[in-house]
């Protein structure tokens, strides 16, 4: 373990660590363009270069390793210099287009001009001219090679992460451009993070460009729920712009780092499945086709629950929803009830591949196995509601028309005293059912998904329910209070800490251990 | 004086092997197989002071030292003939005229690395070059000199032509590898150095054509001969390619540490029509300009590197009184701005960024801050680069624009524009 000096500091890093992975470990942040700690390094920015005693000339810190007894500075008179240096070369032929660039705000020529540049311009009128600007690339990503520094962040992205390989760089010189191969398109199911990496407006998002100004962004951590990966994202969201597109509250979706799921990237599917959260949505509970207060929402389930025998409820919990909505549901039909709970429909396994995608496309799986037990199929529940079996069916998210057919949905409306689906989003079976409760998405709620690994992670709300809607155990423990047995929990944290006393693969988590990293079930 | 390099050059059919035979032709491989061990060999070069003549100057013998022989992998020699330097045409004058000396000077390196494969890469437009080499390969080959247990030994080598494609870079070593590989020709970063991981990841030494044509003679008349025949630390004789102002431009093969103004007025004829000279380019256009006044410099590695120049290639561009520098210096920047690889930002875009400004001094429309600046901006190209050719770009054109100050200052003085 060699140790060395930085800017007076003194470290000791393992062998092989290189000056600007130390100099981070000392909360020092050398500026980089091309390094990207998941990418092999290239070296080319030669913004990060720091002085290293004894060294005639300045060395670059993302390559370089430590050396015992080193001592580096990384703001020497030297260092700062040289970084204007970079900085203006890097600007030469770069357009003065901020004011139109999407990356404005959120750029690391931006940054590290304010940071590191600021000096007066001497720049030549005239700009080398380049092919591409606002250039489709593919279905995703829109490339603008004037923008472009060179980096190869992209490339390497495209050699080494997905392999696919559809970036080079061509020509030569100040004519070098970043470009995909002739007859090639950028179309991975991971192109998007090529946007997350790129350190300037060069890469774009096709479904992102112009949409907002990342400064009026709010962001919020939370976990894609688009399958049982659980990839850790940002969602970026806005709410002071009204007049966007749709009213759309969410603005784009960011992967979040975490070394011990995606590390730092999300598949294409997951970053775009956002539009759902304000489309579609079922805004009020509804009896048959009168909207109705919440208060007579519940009290309709209540009659039917204190007239029927528990063999005579089926509930049909989801995969979709969090720890703590599964676990009261667990509380009341399960325990309290004794009804039929079951989570598991008969879906057909979604796409997948070795590295992110899973196809088991609910987020919770392994929460719902843990909370509910291993559970039969859906399809006893619905065969004994559609053979009349059931006063009460309550159906939590699942679409039954595109998993059983119509027919048999229809089958079930007719038989079932109340048939109740609880959703955020309208679906065929809101059609067939009696009575629909909107529920809230996972944007809008505060709770837990455990994912393949078995990891449990923290999603947070980033904003109210839209409309009416409640989220899931809520709504459940509204219901429990109609039933004069109510579950006193004020809060997700509430649930979780109850969750966490009663389910053994739970034992010893809490909401502030689970952090931002996720904690694993115990076995 | 004793021809070394140039020995065979004016046989009739000095390319065949039968020539090359009857002129005591692969007599030092022999010796080096038969008689000595690697580690001999590699001593015998170093005491011969035998430098790199690509242009870098780096001492030969060291350099195969520094192959590790514990390692399992295969160790590779690459033979550097990209010979991209403008000025320079030796190596091309070997490959032609002696391709079976290059050959024997490979066979004794590879067996000092203990190579047993060895590719040359020649300049892409080289295709007589080419030619001949490979006909000299096949000649070697049928008559035991590569191949299968070279001259009866056990040593086995195969040696491969591959041409280039055109582009300066690739005769910097890494790039070199880089395009060997089928990649695009983009500098590496070091370390690691070739001599550990190069070709395909294996060790490798990289040595330029003239290097490898001295490595015969020198077996065969030992080290401490070649080293007398040069400067104190830079043996034996070199190819010196004259150009430009004068009246008999061409190849000379003269002892290092000539002096530069014997090389133009006694070998190469002076400068044409009685004009003056007005500056020298003495290795290769990366070399820092030279003036009219330091032409009396010794013609080796330290002399030329102690008054801020370089030996390089041994490229030497000749200018007369009739040159006008900015022009000079504009041609050498918009060399460098078209070759540059492209790879890392402060040669990338420095280059063109040079090159831009020395347009606008030539051809008029710049301003005094234009020149003002154009110091700053050339120096801050070199020493921040992943290869040396964002060292040349500063130390070349920046000698221009500070040796002949005065030829920038006219030139705004005579075309500033004036809003």
């Known amino acids: 373990m060699p140790n060395l000096t930085i800017d007076g500091q003194k470290i000791e890093v393992p062998a092989g660590t290189t000056i600007l992975q130390a100099a981070e470990k000392l909360g020092i942040e050398i500026p980089r363009y091309c390094y990207h700690p998941a990418l092999p390094v290239a070296g080319n920015c030669r913004i990060c270069m720091v002085e290293v005693e004894k060294q005639p000339k300045l060395q670059i810190a993302c390559y370089t390793p430590v050396a015992a007894g080193m001592v580096v500075k990384t703001n020497s008179p030297k260092v700062l210099e040289a970084r204007k240096t970079v900085l203006e070369f890097l600007l030469v032929n770069h357009p003065l287009d901020c004011p139109v660039c999407d990356q404005a705000g959120e750029c690391k020529l931006q940054d590290y001009y304010m940071e590191h540049g600021q000096y007066d311009s001497r720049l ?137 799921v995606n590390n730092y990237w999300i598949c294409d599917s997951g970053r775009y499945n956002y539009h759902f959260i304000d489309e579609n949505r079922i805004l009020s509970p509804q009896y048959l086709d009168k909207l109705v207060p919440w208060s007579e929402a519940v009290e309709r389930i209540a009659e039917i629950l204190q007239s029927t025998k528990p063999e005579r409820i089926g509930v049909l919990a989801s995969a979709q929803l969090t720890n703590e909505d599964l676990f009261v549901i667990r509380k009341l039909f399960k325990e309290t ?82 048939f109740v689906f609880q959703g955020s989003n309208i679906n065929d079976t809101c059609g067939y059912a009696h009575l629909n409760l909107p529920g809230s998405v996972y944007a809008e709620k505060d709770g837990t998904f455990t994912n393949c690994q078995q990891r449990v992670q923290r999603i947070r709300p980033a904003f109210f329910p839209l409309g009416d809607s409640k989220g899931d155990w809520e709504i459940v423990s509204l219901l429990a209070g109609q039933l004069g047995s109510p579950l006193s929990y004020k809060d997700s944290q509430d649930v979780f800490n109850d969750i966490a006393k009663t389910v053994a693969g739970f034992a010893g988590m809490s909401y502030e251990k689970i952090s931002d990293q996720g904690m694993v079930l115990k076995k | 004086m004793e021809k070394v390099l140039t020995r065979n050059f004016g046989l009739e059919n000095s390319h065949r092997l ?67 330097e403008p000025g320079t045409f ?29 590719y040359v890469y020649v300049r892409g437009e080289y295709v007589k070059s080419m030619q001949t080499l490979q006909a000299a390969i096949d000649e070697a080959n049928s008559s035991g000199y590569l191949g299968k247990g070279i001259m009866g030994t056990t040593f086995d080598l195969d040696v491969v032509v591959h041409p280039g494609a055109g582009a300066y870079i690739c005769g910097e070593e890494t790039a070199l590898l880089e395009s060997l590989e ?37 077996i065969a008349n030992g080290g401490g001969w070649f080293a007398k025949l040069g400067s104190p630390k830079n043996g034996g004789n070199r190819l010196f390619c004259v150009s430009g102002h004068v009246n008999k431009p061409g190849v000379y093969e003269l002892p290092n540490g000539t002096t530069l103004r014997a090389i133009i007025y006694e070998h190469a004829g002076g400068v044409p029509n009685g004009r003056k000279l007005k500056a020298v380019i003495p290795g290769g256009i990366s070399a820092p300009v030279l003036t009219a006044d330091e ?14 120049s370089m030996a390089g290639s041994g490229g030497i561009i000749v200018m007369d009184d009739t040159t006008d520098m900015v022009w000079a210096a504009m041609v050498a920047a918009r060399f460098f701005a078209h070759e540059s690889c492209g790879q890392c930002s402060p040669c990338r875009e420095g280059s063109g960024w040079v090159y831009n400004n020395l347009k ?41 624009v500070l040796k002949f100050r005065e030829e920038f200052e006219n030139k705004i003085k005579e075309r500033v524009c004036r809003i």
């Open chain 2, 90 to 118: 030796k190596d091309k004058y070997i490959f032609e005229r002696d391709p079976h000396a290059l050959l024997e000077g490979i066979i004794v390196t590879c067996y000092a690395i203990a190579s047993h494969k060895a």
């Open chain 2, 360 to 400: 606008k001094l030539y051809h008029g429309g710049a301003r005094p801050h234009d020149l003002a600046n154009l110091p700053g901006i050339i120096g801050n190209i070199g020493g921040n680069t992943i290869c040396a050719f964002g060292d040349a770009v500063t130390m070349s054109v920046g000698s221009y």
């Open chain 1, 337 to 418: 009830l004794k009804a039929h709970v079951d989570f598991k429909a008969p879906e057909r396994p979604g796409d997948s591949d070795d590295f992110l995608i899973k196809a088991d496309k609910n987020p919770n799986t392994a929460g719902a196995l843990a909370i509910l037990g291993a559970q039969a199929d859906a399809q006893t529940i619905v065969q004994k509601a559609r053979q009349g079996e059931l006063d009460l069916l309550y159906v939590f998210g699942h679409d039954l028309v595109k998993l059983f057919g119509e027919e048999t949905v229809a089958q079930i409306a007719r038989k079932v005293k109340l």
């Open chain 2, 182 to 218: 089928g990649k695009k020709g983009f500098p590496r970063l070091r370390p690691p150095f070739p001599a550990v991981v190069g070709l395909f990841g294996c060790p490798t030494v990289i040595n330029n054509v003239e290097t490898l044509a001295c490595v015969g003679p020198i």
């Open chain 2, 18 to 84: 039968a020539t090359y035979l009857k002129n005591k032709g692969y007599e030092a491989a022999r010796k080096a197989l038969t008689q000595m061990t690697p580690a001999q060999v590699i001593e015998e070069i170093k005491k011969s002071n035998l430098r790199g003549l690509g242009g870098a100057g780096f001492p030969t013998g060291m350099k195969w030292g520094f192959i590790p022989q514990a390692n399992p992998k295969p160790k590779y020699l690459v033979v550097n003939g990209d010979e991209g």
């Open chain 1, 124 to 260: 030549a009128s005239v700009k080398v001219k380049k092919e591409k600007k606002a250039f489709s690339i593919g279905p995703t990503v829109m490339l603008d090679q004037e923008r472009c520094i060179l980096c190869t962040r992209c490339v390497r992205f495209t050699d080494h992460i997905t392999q696919t390989c559809e970036f080079g760089v061509f020509e030569r010189g100040d004519h070098s451009q970043v470009d995909v191969y002739p007859g090639k398109e950028l179309d991975n199911k991971y192109s998007g993070n090529v946007v997350d990496i790129c350190p300037v407006g060069a890469l774009t998002d096709k479904d992102f460009r112009f949409k907002c100004r990342v400064w009026y962004l709010d962001h919020t951590r939370s976990v894609c729920p688009g399958c049982s990966m659980g990839c850790n994202i940002d969602i970026d969201w806005d709410k002071s712009r009204p007049h966007t597109q749709k009213k759309e509250r969410v603005m784009r979706l960011k992967p979040r780092h975490n070394p011990n």
């Open chain 2, 295 to 308: 032409i009396d410099v010794k013609m080796d590695f330290d002399s030329l590197k102690s008054i801020g």
